[in-house]
């Protein structure tokens, strides 16, 4: 059975950093990512890496902050998330795809992931 499990979750200070983790079992994955949704808005994309993490993709918003990366010995991918910000507040869900893709709008794309984790709540107080 494939799962996904996020953890790192929490609540923060605005500046602060967190660093969430997802666990991936069941089997291996090419392209992997995190989404995020606040209260009230839409999902949205926030970081994704190919399957040997040579190639990273960002939201613009989180350019310069956050930094994807994966242990494919361990079937797992990070996000750490400095210099964070009330905006940033939301549940943050790891996503997992079967295959690899080629360009930024396939990686920050919902539509190109296969597996999704529960969520974990991150709330960045100001």
């Known amino acids: 059975q494939v799962q996904l499990v996020e953890s790192g979750g929490g609540l923060v200070q605005a500046g602060g950093s967190l660093r969430l983790s997802c666990a991936a079992s069941?089997?291996?994955?090419?392209?992997m990512g995190w989404f995020r949704q606040a209260p009230g808005k839409g999902p949205e994309f926030v970081a994704a890496?190919?399957?040997?993490?040579?190639?990273?993709y960002y939201a613009h918003f989180v350019k310069g902050r956050f930094t994807i990366s994966r242990d494919n010995a361990k079937n797992t991918v990070y996000l750490q998330m400095n210099s964070l910000k009330p905006e940033d507040t939301a549940v943050y869900y790891c996503?997992?795809?079967?295959?690899?893709?080629?360009?930024?709008?396939?990686?920050?794309?919902?539509?190109?992931?296969?597996?999704w984790g529960q969520g974990t709540q991150v709330t960045v107080s100001s």
């Open positions: 996503a997992a795809a079967a295959h690899e893709y080629y360009s930024g709008s396939d990686y920050s794309s919902s539509n190109s992931y296969d597996y």
């Open positions: 069941g089997r291996t994955f090419s392209a």
């Open positions: 890496l190919s399957r040997s993490g040579a190639s990273t």
